[in-house]
């Protein structure tokens, strides 16, 4: 995971842009003209947002297409951009394997949940888990998991926002920093507070276009650079990798070690199920006005994601061939610079088009970021006032007016404790943080709608259970891995307590989330309510009475 989710791979692309400070100006007013647009678009975005319907879901007024474009914007992270290009461009075939993963995953979520979901359920997850259960428990089970997951995530994406924005403002004091990490978190609260659903939607899906074009623009480039003969740009990236044809083969990044095999396993599967339990991408499926919408939007997300996941191929073997692996980790160990080499490559090193593909790379990236971040907030806030504040403080009294006011205010809340954390983990490793995230979706919020959609026998014990359970063993087993520590690459690299061997905790958390949720279920003294099993089936699988 290391590779592809984490904003640290932003960070080299920082570096590089800051080197050439007689273009700083450029990539600054790049930067400014986009934090207006975006801001200017969640303002009038907020002039619109008069109901609870349009806070959360955006008034359901979203074309599949719209959504689809702020599903494929909310997923495609900077680092994802980054990150592949750099795995693809240091290990070839595995390198590739990121970009499979990421895109199974959304055959899941079409195929299992999107539907039912939007059909089930009016804001949150929370809704479809407390329909058939008892309220308080579960939608405070679910409340917990969906905060716990979101600030994860964000907290990742926010400490690289903010060391991206210092490095590209040549600011290098601590204090300086932590104040850049503060502004990335006020507008991160400006635009949830001000645009809710229908603000972060629409700067998503404008993140979403400039992030396709600027993948589109450097592969015509190298594909041009090569006559647009995919076969030479292969052969040129093996040849020049010094692997030969096992560049182009499985097994030169997982295939060295056993431990190495059950991590890719392990990783694989947290990815390709983590998607479909992610809080910012579910409550996605509840802005489109029908079920048959939410399978569309999300049709065409899977189509925006796998032409972006194609170009990663051409962007990755690209640097390989271009650049060289040695130029490539001399950067970064980790090739997390891959892609903005590349770019200064094919605008001309040292030129003023190799410093504009770099400003270009830049805004990107920090648009990316925005977008992602503001997604998240959405979702832990709104998780927040609807399910813990409006059901379990209030029991369902609460009037729309003050629930949109809870929600505002734990935007507020969660931002603040974002910006803190973010600027402790201003220099640490963050990407056990984001794999972390996957992995406590995965274990703790897709055995649990699963089992609520499918299985009658399911009852409030196993959803605690299974909530619990998954996000405990999630939090745990990484806290114990390499990730945390023992490691040159952990987050604190001189002391060692990792006793669990793999880097991501998928493999035993996951089967564990549904073991315990299959287990409280049985033992429950608790009757399960075959009547409203009923009812929820029928919603789920037809859209009659949804919201």
């Known amino acids: ?46 002039r619109q947002t008069k109901s609870a319907s349009d806070f959360y879901a955006g008034g359901r007024q979203f074309t599949a297409f719209q959504n689809g474009l702020a599903v494929s914007g909310d997923y495609m992270s900077a680092a994802s951009f980054l990150g592949i290009a750099g795995a693809i461009a240091l290990f070839g075939y595995d390198g590739f394997l990121y970009s499979i993963g990421f895109l199974v995953a959304w055959l899941v979520a079409l195929l299992l949940v999107a539907e039912p979901l939007r059909n089930s359920g009016r804001y949150t997850m929370g809704d479809v888990l407390a329909y058939r259960m008892r309220q308080r428990p579960v939608r405070t089970a679910a409340g917990v998991s969906t905060i716990v997951v979101s600030i994860f995530y964000l907290l990742a994406q926010m400490a690289g926002a903010g060391v991206l924005v210092a490095l590209l403002l040549g600011i290098t004091s601590d204090a300086g920093k932590i104040l850049i990490v503060a502004l990335v978190g006020v507008l991160m609260i400006l635009y949830v507070t001000i645009g809710g659903m229908k603000g972060t939607t629409w700067v998503q899906m404008v993140k979403a276009v400039l992030l396709i074009a600027g993948a589109l623009l450097m592969t015509l480039m190298v594909l041009w650079k090569f006559d647009f003969n995919v076969s030479d740009l292969l052969g040129t990236a093996a040849e020049k990798s010094g692997q030969g044809s096992a560049f182009l083969e499985p097994g030169l990044k997982y295939g060295v070690t056993d431990v190495s095999k059950l991590d890719f396993i392990s990783l694989g599967i947290a990815l390709v199920l983590g998607t479909a339990g992610l809080p910012h991408i579910l409550i996605r499926f509840y802005t489109v006005p029908t079920a048959k919408a939410a399978r569309k939007s999300v049709n065409w997300a899977i189509g925006i994601i796998g032409a ?34 590349l770019a200064e490559y094919l605008g001309g090193l040292g030129t003023t088009g190799g410093a504009v593909m770099l400003a270009v790379i830049s805004a990107v990236a920090f648009a990316t970021i925005l977008a992602v971040v503001a997604g998240l907030t959405l979702a832990s806030s709104s998780s927040f006032a609807h399910d813990i504040y409006a059901n379990v403080i209030r029991r369902g009294k609460a009037t729309e007016k003050e629930e949109m006011r809870a ?37 703790a919020n897709l055995p649990t709608i699963l089992y609520s959609l499918f299985w009658k026998r399911f009852t409030t014990q196993g959803a605690l259970w299974s909530i619990y359970g998954g996000l405990a063993s999630s939090v745990l087993l990484v806290l114990f891995s390499p990730v945390v520590s023992g490691k040159a690459s952990s987050m604190f690299p001189d002391v060692d307590f990792a006793w669990f061997p793999l880097e991501n905790p998928g493999l035993i958390s996951i089967p564990l989330g549904f073991l315990l949720g299959w287990v409280g279920s049985v033992l429950s003294k608790e009757e399960p309510d075959k009547g409203k099993y009923a009812e929820l089936e029928v919603k789920s699988l037809t859209g009659t009475g949804a919201h």
Not at 326 to 339: D, L, S, T
């Open 308 to 341: 972006f996941y194609l170009m990663t191929i051409a962007l990755g073997f690209g640097a390989a061939a271009l650049i060289g692996p040695e130029e490539i980790k001399a950067k970064n160990p980790a090739g997390n610079a891959a892609a903005p080499q």
């Open 1 to 46: 995971m290391s590779a592809a989710h984490t904003p640290h791979a932003v960070i080299q692309l920082a570096a590089e842009a800051s080197s050439t400070s007689e273009h700083r100006p450029l990539i600054i007013t790049l930067f400014a003209v986009f934090v207006a647009a975006t801001l200017g678009i969640t303002v009038w975005a907020g």
């Open 407 to 443: 929600a505002r205010w734990a935007t507020v809340a969660i931002g603040i404790v974002s910006i803190g954390l973010g600027a402790m983990a201003r220099d640490l490793n963050v990407a056990g943080l984001v794999a972390l995230a996957f992995a406590v979706a995965a274990s």
